[in-house]
């Protein structure tokens, strides 16, 4: 417990002050709520010449109380449950800035889940209950303590039953607490499973009905296995819980029959005896706040454990900044492979700045496996690619993204106004800005048409949009961030003949003066290339100007006769 308090002072950082004098309030209500025992004691104690003054005094002594543990718990609440939700807003904006610098290779459906546990339920546990857990505890104690002793003070034998108890009762607490650590982290685990199993299910939902699988018996499973876990979990603090409480009320009754016979015996006066009656019962009150406090920060330290290893997020390094002079691309000897699998073996190019680069090769050959290589999505196995004359590793991952703009195949849009979703681009751009580079991407005219133009918030992924019209707004994104480096990634490939047109006009636009670099399998993008880059399963096997491969027999001359018998391609 004391090694979860010290975790817990060591994540609050720069606001440790904050819980510090959140303790210190903490300890002091515990000082004021006993104040109405001190009231009851004062009144007992002057039971036999009850009068006026000594009532005043008890009132004083009640409303000195009340007003104390109200402004305490204000200041606890101010200082610790404020600094809880500070804290971890704090975190997880922590955890964006390392996701941001992590390879893609990071972010597995197995991390993705725990990402979302971590942000989510993990974060939601910490910030809602960890002050509560340690404000219980500090309470429990140090209440449960000064009773005691003050018990003690009036009869030893009686006190010294007391914290047996108490002593007793913590016996089962660590059973408690040893059950809910190990209980936690199988609870947790299955809480990550369940949200992996949600976001698969949800991805491939189109997939789950077209083959009539609507039960999805796989979620159910997880579901059921969820439930099972969270059970067992209660199931499992249950017998210690229940012998924790049962040791404190049979001292409670201990206590109040060893009272009442000294009373009755005669060895104690009455007033005392009532005394000690009543304290028996807040004393071990006392003592639920710290079984509470104690079962909710075995919870939190599973939660810090799952955070920490989360928040261990491979990082790319980088510091230097790029010459906005010298934009040249050079890719030497590079090999890439997802574990075992070699994707690309030792490819070599060079692409001058402003020129246009077109990458060709039959599905899985490698071909955006190398674009994400020269953005640094990933680190190379081995060799190097240069930007301006520098390894890309040397590069602030910042600095070299700022130099590049990407257009997907697939658009991602968020679930924003098209105005915000443009900005994303240049998020200090104004209004007039979005709207010069949206006419730019030919995407204008459909926006005014949209019902609240672009204010129109359209839909997680841009739901409400056309496969065309979302495309063209993440070309205005890339035209107002206005990158000296354009990545094309299929970004034509299923667009319909009647966006096609509008779609050519908004890439001429963005690639105006640029490095370009794409991948397409339409011949009206490649032919202009100064350079054709041919991948055939993870190797360039063919480089040259259209004209110079079409004479030639090789990968590409069969990929255009293909294309050409396939989807109406034409060699000219």
Same mark, same amino acid.
Request: charged share 20%; aromatic share 10%.
């Given at each position: ?29 515990s000082?004021?709520n ?8 004062w009144?007992?104690?002057?039971i ?6 000594i ?11 009340l ?7 204000f ?10 939700y ?9 955890l964006?800035?390392?996701?941001k ?22 974060m939601a ?12 505890v500090?309470?429990?104690i ?7 002793i ?8 009686i ?6 108890g ?17 209980l936690?982290l199988?609870r947790y ?14 991805r491939?939902?189109?997939v ?9 018996a ?12 969270s059970?067992n979990?209660?199931? *499992? ?5 229940? =012998? ?5 009320? @049979?001292? &409670? +009754?201990? /206590? $109040? ?8 015996q ?5 007033k005392?005896?009532i ?24 919870q ?31 890719i ?12 690309l ?20 050959s *490698? ?5 994400? =290589?020269i953005?640094r999505?990933?680190? @190379?196995? &081995? +060799?190097? /690619? $240069?930007?301006?004359?520098k ?11 700022s130099?590049f703009?990407?257009?997907f195949q ?5 679930n924003?106004t ?17 709207v010069?580079?949206?006419k730019?991407?030919r ?7 949209l019902p ?24 205005a994104?890339?035209?107002l ?21 509008? =779609? ?9 003066g ?21 991948i055939?399963r ?9 004209e110079?491969?079409c004479?030639?027999?090789?990968v590409?001359k ?5 294309r ?7 060699i000219?």
């Amino acid at each position: 417990m004391l090694k979860t308090l010290r975790r817990i002072i060591k994540l609050s950082g720069k606001y440790k002050n904050r819980v510090y004098w959140g303790l210190v309030c903490s300890i002091l209500n515990s000082v004021f709520n006993s104040f109405s025992v001190f009231a009851f004691l004062w009144v007992l104690i002057h039971i036999d010449n009850l009068s006026m003054e000594i009532i005043w005094q008890t009132v004083g002594i009640l409303a000195a109380g009340l007003f104390g543990k109200t402004i305490l718990k204000f200041l606890t609440n101010m200082f610790m449950t404020a600094a809880g939700y500070i804290i971890f807003t704090d975190k997880r904006l922590e955890l964006g800035d390392k996701l941001k610098n992590a390879p893609m290779g990071y972010f597995s459906k197995e991390s993705l889940g725990r990402i979302n546990n971590t942000i989510t339920t993990n974060m939601a546990t910490l910030e809602n209950f960890t002050m509560m857990a340690v404000d219980n505890v500090v309470g429990g104690i140090l209440q449960g303590i000064g009773v005691s002793i003050f018990l003690m003070i009036f009869n030893w034998k009686i006190g010294a039953v007391a914290i047996f108890g108490i002593l007793l009762s913590t016996l089962f607490l660590s059973l408690i607490q040893k059950k809910s650590s190990a209980l936690s982290l199988k609870r947790y685990n299955a809480v990550e499973k369940v949200t992996n199993n949600v976001i698969e299910y949800i991805r491939g939902i189109a997939v789950v009905r077209s083959f009539g699988r609507g039960n999805a018996a796989k979620l159910d499973e997880t579901f059921e296995e969820f439930e099972k876990t969270s059970v067992n979990m209660e199931k *499992g603090i249950l017998v210690p819980h229940g =012998l924790f409480r049962g040791t404190l009320e @049979v001292f &409670s +009754g201990i /206590i $109040t029959l060893i009272s009442a016979w000294l009373t009755l015996q005669g060895s104690m006066d009455f007033k005392y005896g009532i005394m000690f009656i009543i304290s028996s019962f807040v004393i071990y009150g006392q003592m639920e706040l710290l079984a509470n406090g104690t079962f909710l920060m075995e919870q939190i330290e599973t939660a810090m454990d799952q955070m920490d290893e989360t928040y261990n997020v491979p990082r790319l390094t980088g510091t230097e900044s790029v010459d906005e002079k010298n934009t040249d691309i050079e890719i030497k000897d590079v090999t890439f492979g997802y574990d075992s699998r070699i994707i690309l073996d030792k490819v070599s190019a060079k692409i001058p700045a402003k020129s246009k680069c077109a990458i060709v090769g039959y599905s899985g050959s *490698g071909k955006t496996t190398l674009c994400n =290589l020269i953005v640094r999505f990933w680190d @190379v196995k &081995s +060799g190097s /690619i $240069t930007f301006g004359g520098k390894d890309i590793k040397n590069y602030a991952p910042d600095e070299l993204l700022s130099h590049f703009s990407m257009v997907f195949q697939n658009v991602f849009l968020f679930n924003d106004t098209v105005e915000n979703n443009i900005r994303f681009g240049c998020p200090s751009a104004t209004h007039e800005q979005i709207v010069e580079v949206a006419k730019r991407a030919r995407c204008h005219e459909f926006i005014e048409a949209l019902p609240d133009g672009y204010n129109t918030i359209i839909g997680e992924n841009g739901s409400s949009l056309s496969g065309g019209e979302k495309q063209r707004i993440s070309i205005a994104r890339a035209l107002l961030k206005d990158a000296p480096v354009v990545i094309l990634d299929e970004a034509t490939s299923s667009v319909d003949p009647e966006n096609e047109s509008e =779609l050519m006009g908004a890439i001429g636009e963005l690639t105006k003066g640029k490095t370009v670099i794409s991948i397409a399998h339409r011949l009206n993008t490649v032919k202009n290339a100064d350079q054709i880059l041919v991948i055939d399963r993870g190797h360039i096997v063919q480089r040259g100007t259209h004209e110079e491969l079409c004479n030639v027999e090789g990968v590409y001359k069969k990929f255009l006769n293909i294309r050409e018998a396939s989807a109406g391609w034409s060699i000219t």
